[in-house]
């Protein structure tokens, strides 16, 4: 096999797994299907990307891109822009979502599949994808905890905890926003004009989230009366 012809074997094999993953998930798609669908030897898989996980891994970096347009390269350039100083609150959870959102708009993949693609790993984990996380998710979710760290130092006894556990509600509501599902309904019991629209909720979810990240500690908040009973029985 010509060099030529290997690199077109990696190419069908990120585009089948790409196919295959976002319509069934990872775990019910096996390697082997992967190459029948590539048409490639199964040996390509192991060659090109080690292991299954690996070929996820990597169908998904193709899918977010070179560092500049990444989440971590826009907090690069917020960060240059802002000469040392802290970046406000607003500003971070708006550069976060937008960065998500451009993400759909990538001309490599198109943004519903993007979108299904990012339910399936964080959304719907599946057995054998748990501990799964593109690196790039990984690295731009410490370097927005230390900048929000920076951009919320006013507040009393706000503790490392306190950042992620808000970063984790803050991720969770993005990725279910952008993943289309609606479990409990509401967007269609209600009517919702933009419940189909991802720009248009996470633009309502912005002021909730900044609201979020600068509420007192859960330490120091006032426990709510009915959740306090319930504790205590």
């Given at each position: 096999m010509t060099r030529t012809d290997t690199a077109d074997a990696k190419t069908r094999l990120l585009?089948?797994?790409e196919h295959l993953f976002t319509e069934h998930g990872f775990a019910a798609t096996s390697v082997r299907r992967i190459a029948t669908a590539a048409g490639v030897p199964l040996a390509m898989v192991s060659y090109h990307f080690g292991s299954k996980k690996g070929?996820?891994?990597a169908?998904?970096?193709r899918a977010l891109g070179q560092r500049a347009t990444s989440r971590v390269g826009y907090l690069d350039r917020l960060e240059k822009q802002a000469g040392g100083a802290p970046i406000s609150?607003?500003?971070?959870?708006?550069?976060?979502?937008?960065s998500a959102l451009r993400l759909t708009h990538k001309g490599t993949i198109s943004g519903a599949v993007f979108k299904q693609m990012i339910g399936r790993a964080f959304y719907?984990?599946?057995a054998g994808v748990e501990d799964f996380f593109p690196t790039e998710?990984?690295?731009a979710v410490e370097r927005y905890k230390c900048a929000f760290m920076r951009a919320l130092p006013a507040l009393p006894v706000l503790s490392e905890a306190d950042v992620v556990w808000r970063m984790y509600f803050f991720v969770g509501m993005v990725a279910y926003a952008m993943a289309g599902k609606d479990v409990m309904r509401m967007t269609e019991?209600?009517?919702l004009e933009v419940a189909g629209r991802p720009e248009a909720m996470l633009r309502r979810l912005m002021p909730?989230?900044?609201?979020?990240?600068n509420a007192p500690s859960a330490d120091l908040a006032p426990t709510a009366g009915v959740l306090a009973a319930a504790l205590s029985a």
């Open positions: 585009d089948a797994a070929l996820m891994e169908v998904y970096a609150v607003d500003i971070l959870v708006e550069a976060f979502i937008s719907e984990p599946e998710y990984a690295e019991i209600y009517a909730f989230i900044v609201a979020g990240f």
